[in-house]
């Protein structure tokens, strides 16, 4: 009889431990989706906790905590969305996995921003603003935090829909919003938010157009070769020359200008030298490398994953340099403001905001990066590092042909752009390849035009999704920054 019940008290007990065990992964399924905004929120907690020892005591100091915790979020946005544009195409290639994306850029985009990030940035962001239309400090202040808000908030909206958006744009357009609120329309400098609107064709369509035509150069010059392995020993070395080449130069001119000054020609100079020095050492890797390699194309991707690799990491590494301190430009004017009680076009980035947006990229990376990674590395079109290559290598050479004849560019509209390039020129060769193919085969046997005009290799869905983002970026940000303006203003 006690065996009986010793039993049925141990099925009892197993019973209650599986309900429990079952009830402990139900709170694992609920709370893994909370844990990242946890994270984020804790971050921007610690942003304005940094700023309230700074500035706790200070005249306007719960102003600037407050522009503390929004910087912290906008560059926990730029990491989740602008961030992609440099290692999606490494990981949409299957050159580099998630995690080792994320670790280089959170790297690379850290000490871009401490190392050679801009010292000085201006507060009415690129001149769109005339400073002398604002009326005093507390307005401006209450504009660069409007901007900053709409910002960000625009940023985080385009993340959560899936559109890779450019970050500058967005600042752009928050900063013309609170301005036009703030002094009228007549504040703003039509001539420059003109060559700002330009930009939304002149980068997308100059990335692509770079990145296609490298894409051919590799067809013709490597891929449809008889000896594709002689071919690639021959131009490979020639390729990582050009793309040592451009990103030396875009370091020089970008990435540098807190270390020191270099003009175009000097840059240009460097990047010869780099690219002669990178064709000397790629030489006999290739050789190495591309021994024993069977004669096909597939064989050709492990001679382009390491460039590939390295050239994600300068990109990210140029990125954290040129486009965080425009990021936390409003942060730093309202620093400024606060502190000195006056404003000024220009202002010195201090070294706690340039942290707080460097750790801030890096989180919003780690913790929402991922759906843009793979959304510009694999959801676009689809990228072997042949492809991937093309892109990165025109990201650098559209920035330097765009700095040389003075064209306004965003670096996401350039990168997203060549993705869209490499994937048009595809299909176009593909349609072209059979074609002539077709009309080689008997009528019964050829594809019909239907099912040609079905075979894309280029997501419109996407294509018409992120184009509308783009459009739509500088006036959204500008419509909600001023109804932040106005919002602000009334309870102060």
Known sequence: MSNTNNKNRWQALDSDLHRISRLEHANVHVARPLLAPGIALAFIVIAGLIAAILFGRADGGLIVIAAAGFGAYMAINIGANDVANNMGPAVGANALTMGGAIAIAAVAESAGALLAGGDVVSTISKGIIDPASVQNSSVFIWAMMAALISSAMWVNLATWVGAPVSTTHSVVGGVMGAGIAAAGLSAVSWGTMSAIAASW??????????????????????????????????????????????????????????????????????????????????????????????????????????????????????????????????????????????????????????????????????????????????????????????????????????????????????????????????????DRRRKQSNDRRPPELRLAREEQRRRKLVRRSHFMTIIAAWVITVPAAATMSAVIFWILTAFT
């Open 201 to 430: 064709v002149i980068s997308p369509v100059l990335g692509g157009a770079i990145a296609a035509g490298f894409l051919a150069l590799i067809k013709a010059k490597i891929q449809y070769q008889d000896d594709k392995i002689a071919a690639a020993r021959r131009w490979v070395p020639i390729l990582v020359a050009v793309m040592a080449g451009a990103f030396a130069t875009y370091l020089s001119v970008k990435g540098l200008k807190r270390i020191v000054k270099i003009d175009l020609e000097i840059a240009l100079l460097i990047g010869l030298t780099s690219g002669i020095l990178a064709w000397a050492v790629t030489v006999p890797w290739v050789r190495r490398k591309s021994e024993g390699l069977e004669n096909r194309t597939k064989s050709l991707k492990v001679l382009f994953g390491l460039p590939l690799v390295i050239s994600a990491g300068f990109l990210s590494f140029a990125h954290g340099a040129n486009d965080v301190a425009n990021a936390v430009g409003p942060l730093a004017a309202i620093a400024h403001a606060a502190e000195f009680g006056d404003f000024a076009s220009k202002v010195t980035i201090p070294t706690w905001v340039m942290v707080i947006g460097a750790f801030g990229i890096s989180f919003g990376l780690f913790l929402f990066g991922p759906k843009l990674v793979r959304m510009v590395g694999s959801q676009i079109t689809k990228l072997n590092p042949m492809r991937a290559f093309c892109v990165a290598l025109s990201a650098a050479i559209t920035v330097i042909v765009a700095s040389w004849l003075g064209l306004p560019v965003s670096s996401t509209h350039i990168a997203v752009g060549a993705v869209f390039g490499v994937g048009f020129y595809r299909e176009w060769n593909q």
